[in-house]
């Protein structure tokens, strides 16, 4: 018999999921079955997997260790955890607890790999984890650390990473329902000089991965708002700008700021080409700079040195 403890990580979930993850050589109908029949049980009783797992459950496996063992997959080594454990694991933390870290993402590197053979920040953090002893091949079975809002690979900044489940869900929350605050900095062409909040819609063309900004709404066009304020006047007119996305639509900020010219500095897809090319600049200087939580913590990402060229 297997008795196993509901950690945080594990917490606020399905227990069927649970279970899948834990007996992922089983097939669904099998644990099923073995709930029907009380070879798995959750706090000493019977049930049927659809409950809501607590953070302190108790969940008995009636197996032998052999059958355990192999439907649980424990004598096959974890290829995703094994290639993780090895890579790179130096991240910028602004703020780490037991549930959450904020990352400070340098620019050049994306938010999450598309492909095998890319590294991103989200591995990068779950290689932290890993060196640091705060997460283990079995309870990576469970369930996968990950970051929860992304920033274009050329965009620096905040970068939100759960370490569990629950955390994972409050955040994701949060920033569906832009009950959180986040600004970012930017220098962009221009002398603005005044504050003003935006709107327009956004058309996502999937092939060109390339947005357009509209004035009316049109077909497939989503709606967007960005508000902004002018925070210092830089030499060969340029700005600094606080922005605060109000809507969080793809390159958003990068392609709206476009469409009342005044491009982001070092933007290749959107920026000003030739600009770009006299200031000699090869980083595009958008940068997430702090987000704000409900609860009154507000966290900040120092810019990356490129922005000091400028001020």
């Not at 029949?37 to 409950?51: F, M, V």
Request: proline share 3%; charged share 30%.
């Amino acid at each position: 018999m297997k008795e196993l403890r509901i950690d945080d990580a594990n917490s606020n979930q399905r227990f069927d999921k649970y279970l899948k993850r834990v007996l992922s050589e089983a097939s669904t109908s099998f644990i099923y079955k073995m709930l029907r029949k009380k070879n798995i049980t959750l706090n000493d009783k019977k049930a049927d997997g659809s409950e809501k797992l607590n953070s302190g459950d108790v969940v008995k496996i009636w197996f032998s260790d052999e059958t355990f063992e192999k439907m649980s997959g424990a004598s096959n080594a974890d290829p995703l955890y094994e290639a993780i454990s090895k890579g790179p694991n130096i991240i910028d933390i602004v703020y780490e607890d037991d549930d959450m870290i904020i990352i400070n993402k340098p620019s050049g590197i994306k938010s999450q790999k598309d492909s095998d053979g890319e590294v991103s920040i989200n591995e990068m953090a779950i290689s932290y984890m890993i060196k640091t002893g705060q997460l283990t091949e079995e309870s990576f079975k469970h369930f996968h650390p990950s970051i929860c809002n992304r920033l274009d690979r050329n965009t620096s900044g905040i970068v939100l990473f759960a370490k569990n489940l629950k955390t994972a869900q409050n955040l994701g929350l949060a920033l569906k329902e832009r009950s959180c605050k986040k600004l970012y900095h930017a220098i962009v062409i221009g002398n603005i000089t005044e504050s003003q909040t935006i709107d327009g819609f956004l058309y996502k063309d999937e092939a060109t991965n390339k947005v357009t900004i509209h004035n009316k709404d049109t077909k497939d066009a989503k709606p967007i708002k960005t508000a902004y304020r002018p925070l210092k006047h830089l030499d060969n007119d340029l700005t600094l700008l606080e922005i605060h996305l109000i809507t969080g639509r793809t390159h958003q900020i990068r392609a709206h700021l476009t469409s009342i010219g005044h491009p982001i500095l070092g933007d290749m897809k959107y920026g000003n080409t030739n600009i770009n090319k006299r200031l000699n600049v090869k980083s595009q200087l958008l940068h997430a700079f702090s987000i704000e939580f409900e609860d009154g913590r507000c966290f900040e990402a120092k810019e990356p040195e490129e922005f000091n060229v400028y001020f």
